[in-house]
């Protein structure tokens, strides 16, 4: 898996100024493969724990973007379906409210792992969100179309007035039109983010 090492983890002031060269990639002995530096203890645990129990996914994603971090926040975390980018996600979220502190313990990122079940989405709550995916792509785009989600769910709310939940039927009909072509939007996605961020100069 690819990581921030610890101490590049203090040293960058933005996640915008990531580089290839701040990564390092560890294996399952939480060893550097490549890279300089210590791995960050908690994300190795966390992602660890649910490859193994997962075995069919291929890449992780964990933030602490400030949307969907809000709606971890609350008592109902729920992702309510009110928009298309909400259906997406329909049937595809688990809900963990059990916060116990840091999870710099294998044990921990194993119980993620099982709240995670066969779901692609987990809400963690008062921390973050995980996507897991069998591609980079897919949990890329997951995750950024999770945060969308979750902004116009805020926002909705925050008017004060009934939110209006889409029927049932069209959530369940929409989130199949999506799932279909996922792969190949996802892929196209990232490819067009990786261009922009290759034509920048300190991109190394």
Do not use: W
């Not at 933005?14 to 060269?21: D, E, G, K, Y």
């Amino acid at each position: 898996m690819c990581m921030l090492s610890a101490i590049n983890l203090f040293r960058i002031q933005t996640f915008l100024s990531v580089t290839p060269s701040n990564l390092i990639e560890v294996n399952e002995k939480n060893e550097v493969l490549v890279g300089e530096g210590k791995p960050e203890t908690t994300g190795f645990c966390i992602h660890q724990g649910v490859y193994k129990k997962r075995p069919d996914v291929k890449s992780i994603m964990h933030t602490h973007m400030p949307y969907a971090t809000a709606l971890t926040c609350l008592k109902d975390p729920k992702l309510l379906m009110v928009h298309q980018n909400s259906s997406r996600f329909y049937n595809r979220v688990a809900y963990d409210t059990a916060y116990t502190g840091l999870g710099d313990f294998a044990a921990e990122g194993e119980r993620l792992g099982e709240a995670l079940g066969q779901n692609s989405v987990l809400f963690m709550g008062n921390h973050g969100v995980l996507t897991a995916a069998e591609s980079v792509d897919v949990a890329f785009d997951d995750m950024y179309y999770l945060e969308r989600a979750a902004i116009i769910q805020v926002l909705a709310c925050s008017t004060n007035k009934e939110v209006k939940e889409m029927d049932e039927r069209v959530v369940a009909h929409t989130s199949q039109q999506i799932l279909e072509v996922l792969p190949l939007y996802a892929k196209r996605h990232l490819d067009s983010v990786v261009r922009r961020l290759k034509s920048r100069k300190d991109f190394v």
